[in-house]
């Protein structure tokens, strides 16, 4: 549903957009199901796309298909993973976690971590950035 009170006064997510205006608003199954459609997803085990890119924040929604792996990233000042869909495996060193649809992970700055599907899963990742350590 369209509030016409913030498409008026603010802009929104739109396909030819800047990534850090004032309020951007996204349909994130409408958004899942796109990022299914392109080409990256279906000809590799994964595709993302960057919502928000600001100098303080990233959000970026990434879709992975099962057995795909993001591993030993270390981001900026700190991140959150939430599962949107799906249950992947989050590894900090020896510890091993299960995350399924609804959780809700948070790093603090330089810890790595590697993420394997388990299933077709796709998660909201959110990046803070420290201005003197930018990513």
């Not at 509030?3 to 850090?20: A, G, T």
């Not at 279906?42 to 960057?50: F, Y």
């Not at 900026?76 to 020896?94: H, P, Y």
């Not at 299960?98 to 330089?110: E, F, I, M, P, Y």
């Amino acid at each position: 549903m369209k509030n016409e009170f913030i498409e008026k006064n603010w802009p929104c997510h739109v396909p030819d957009r800047s990534l850090d205006d004032p309020f951007l608003l996204f349909d994130l199954t409408e958004t899942i199901g796109k990022i299914k459609e392109e080409d990256a997803w279906k000809k590799g085990d994964r595709n993302a796309i960057t919502l928000m890119k600001s100098p303080f924040m990233r959000v970026v929604l990434i879709a992975l298909k099962s057995l795909a792996y993001i591993s030993l990233h270390h981001f900026g000042n700190l991140a959150s993973i939430q599962v949107l869909e799906g249950e992947l495996n989050f590894q900090t060193g020896n510890e091993v976690t299960q995350l399924k649809k609804g959780r809700l992970v948070t790093l603090h700055k330089k810890v790595e971590h590697t993420l394997v599907a388990k299933e077709a899963s796709v998660i909201l990742l959110t990046i803070a950035v420290c201005p003197d350590d930018p990513i």
